[in-house]
């Protein structure tokens, strides 16, 4: 993801340079304000003074799909939200994630059985890094998955890899 | 309100997502620059099949499909659906399991309440008040989550009784909660509520006259907003609020008409001194008791309807429940205050600026699972 | 008034308009002609003994044979409730709008049109509300089939 992935052959330099990209990356995820439902309140609790979510470097929620590189899909997905949600996750530019954030997002919740209306998992639209279960989770719980996306984030190189 | 209209329409979208419509709301604006001429509310984004699930499941199946419909305030639902079923099947509860329903539900309305209060104050610009309301929030769900182990969805009430009892030294600390937190209105009222521009940008917008409110349906806060002095605690009371001793605060157009949303966000603010009120007058008549004895083997009401309302924080929620004698209900319908809140915003929001539009969907605190349901 | 004086109320206006009630349970009902609804909305609106100025709930049911229009509505002056009910066929339903009588009815009726299919004639803005406009089919109604998917979302 991004204009540097793919580009340098792995030496020891790109190492340390993977180490530096990936530590500003990971302590600076800047979400997307998208909350649609119930676990909408409970990642806003994330982020205020008990949960603190600034202290990862994500308390700046940012408005706008293209200034932000983390989309928390907080809440149940519907038919109609859904092709939004895919034109909103087309419009954040690389490199970004997705936490689907409780279990009508992960795979449809309570409504998987008579819901008609509902989309069953956010992952039938866009790809998902890391799935929080819950419902709805409890902030730490927000907080651990987070803690499982910087994991991810530092896994990654900027090296060709094939 | 009359305004000169000039030049071209421009038709601009405040999209499902937006920082400011509290929730997945899709406001079309046809606006001229900056005065919107009309602001259509599109709304069906969080449509989760709450009535089709209904008629599905047992009747105590349906308690947390109803907690997840307005997920602020998840026990006033709850509430609502338990006692149109105990209506249907005339089962009275005890004393005991009365005043811990009023407990829990005026707690929730306090929490509600900051989280509205909170989220109006983070629209309007300033996000001090944002984490003030939501810690004094937090000692409230630490409450919640001894009793029932939840921190927003419970499952809570049953019909009939409760799901748990509450733990020794509950009242002690109910009693520190509210010591410790009716000072801190005070703050919030010095921070926000009369501060000078949250004034300016709040009292002289948003008007919704009186008889506008009662055709449009509205209820709740925003129908005391508009003056009009309705509460159902008081007109048609449940649970035994006739015995408790609380005001209902009006809108009084202290720094404009009355009915702006100035009016409709200090009527919340009041009615949380009121709900403090309430909970230490139910906390020290707490009676002894066991919470499950009413709870009947099998829940089958003879085949019959029912239509039961109750104050949720936003408003009136009204269950209109069928029965065809079976174990599940043969149709929930359910009136959703948010509902009839938002069928009235077109009016409210003639001739408003841009920055009017989100002061005006902030002030009707609407919830949009509710809407939706 | 008692719910019995309402319905003598009607009765003594409308005539065979007011068809049966039920009285006894514990929300009384009483059941109208469909062509009469919006006399009948008005006359409840404006009589100064009946004023029922608030329109509660507006939803349909779907028996097997019918499908019925629920009106609740309620004084806030005399602090009374009543319930009115519409039986319509099952293919085709039709009936007048009450929109001009109590403005909350818009949205009511929009629902009830995107869940049951019934046709609210008159009504100034008529489209589906909650499901998407290029829905097929109405969800709440007893025979609906859930679709396999929309638009390549699977359902």
């Excluded at chain 1, 676990?39 to 308390?59: H, S, T, V």
């Excluded at chain 2, 927003?152 to 030294?169: T, V």
């Excluded at chain 3, 909350?104 to 019934?118: C, K, L, P, Q, S």
Aim: charged letters at 25%; glycine letters at 8%; hydrophobic letters at 40%.
């Amino acid at each position: 993801m991004g204009v540097l992935e793919g580009r340098f052959k792995e030496n020891v330099l790109i190492t340390s340079l993977d180490w530096v990209i990936n530590w500003a990356r990971s302590w600076s995820p800047w979400p997307l304000t998208f909350g649609i439902a119930c676990c909408a309140i409970e990642m806003m609790a994330a982020g205020a003074a008990r949960y603190d979510l600034d202290r990862f470097g994500a308390g700046l929620f940012r408005p706008s799909p293209r200034q932000s590189d983390l989309m928390i899909v907080a809440g149940t997905v519907t038919l109609k939200m859904g092709t939004r949600i895919k034109r909103l996750y087309e419009q954040m530019p690389a490199p970004k994630y997705v936490i689907s954030m409780g279990s009508c997002a992960n795979n449809g919740g309570p409504y998987w059985q008579y819901g008609y209306h509902v989309l069953k998992g956010v992952d039938e639209v866009i790809p998902v890094d890391v799935y929080v279960p819950g419902c709805p989770p409890r902030p730490e719980s927000l907080l651990e998955g987070l803690i499982q996306l910087q994991n991810k984030i530092r896994k990654q190189t900027i090296a060709k890899t094939s | 309100m009359d305004v000169e209209f000039s030049g071209d329409i421009m038709t601009l979208n405040m999209g499902p997502q937006h920082p400011s419509t509290h929730g997945v709301l899709r406001l079309e604006l046809k606006t001229d620059g900056e005065v919107v001429h009309e602001a259509i509310p599109h709304i069906g984004y969080l449509h989760r099949c709450f009535e089709k699930h209904a008629e599905n499941v047992e009747y105590p199946g349906v308690i947390p499909f109803a907690d997840r419909m307005d997920y602020v305030a998840a026990m006033s639902n709850e509430l609502g659906y338990v006692l149109a079923v105990e209506k249907l099947m005339g089962i009275q509860v005890n004393d005991r399991v009365r005043y811990l329903r009023i407990i829990m539900a005026e707690l929730n309305r306090i929490a509600s309440h900051l989280v509205a209060a909170g989220t109006y104050g983070l629209d309007m610009g300033s996000f001090t008040p944002f984490v003030h309301c939501f810690r004094d929030r937090e000692t409230i769900l630490d409450l919640f989550e001894e009793t029932c182990g939840a921190r927003l969805l419970y499952n809570y009430n049953w019909i009939g009784g409760l799901m748990f009892d509450i733990l020794p030294g509950f009242e002690e600390r109910v009693i520190k909660f509210l010591d410790h937190f009716e000072p801190l209105v005070d703050d919030l009222n010095r921070l926000l509520s009369y501060n000078y521009i949250f004034v300016k940008r709040t009292a002289n917008v948003g008007i919704l006259t009186p008889e506008m409110a009662v055709s449009h349906g509205v209820t709740g806060p925003n129908l005391r907003g508009s003056g009009v002095k309705f509460d159902v605690r008081k007109d048609e009371p449940y649970l035994g609020y006739e015995e408790f001793d609380f005001d209902v605060p009006v809108g009084k157009g202290e720094y404009g008409p009355v009915g702006s949303c100035f009016d409709r966000y200090i009527v919340r603010i009041r009615e949380v001194i009121e709900s403090c009120k309430i909970v230490r007058q139910a906390v020290a008549g707490l009676k002894p008791g066991d919470i499950q004895e009413g709870i009947p083997k099998r829940i089958k009401p003879a085949a019959g309807e029912v239509y039961m309302r109750t104050e949720c924080p936003r408003g009136e929620m009204g269950f209109y429940i069928v029965s065809d004698g079976g174990t599940k209900p043969y149709r929930v319908k359910v009136k959703s205050p948010c509902f009839t809140a938002m069928s009235a915003f077109k009016e409210i929001s003639r001739g408003a600026m841009i920055a009017d539009i989100v002061a005006i969907v902030g002030s009707l605190d609407i919830v949009l699972g509710e809407i939706d349901r | 008034m008692t719910p019995q004086e309402i319905v003598d109320r009607l009765k003594e206006k409308f005539g065979d308009k007011v068809l049966e009630s039920k009285l006894d349970g514990v929300s009384p009902w009483t059941e109208v002609d469909p062509a009469a609804i919006l006399e009948i909305s008005r006359f409840l609106r404006d009589d100064e003994a009946l004023l029922m100025d608030h329109l509660e709930l507006l939803g349909g049911v779907d028996y097997k044979d019918r499908i019925e229009v629920v009106y609740v509505v309620y004084s806030m002056k005399h602090r009374q409730r009543h319930i009115l009910k519409v039986k319509l066929p099952r293919e085709n339903p039709h009936i007048r709008t009450v929109e001009s009588v109590w403005r909350v009815a818009n949205w009511h009726e929009r629902e009830t049109y995107d869940m049951f299919g019934i046709v609210f004639d008159g009504h100034s803005d008529f489209r589906r509300i909650l499901c998407p406009d290029d829905w097929e089919g109405y969800p709440l109604r007893r025979d609906y089939v859930f679709p396999k998917s929309y638009r390549g979302m699977p359902v």
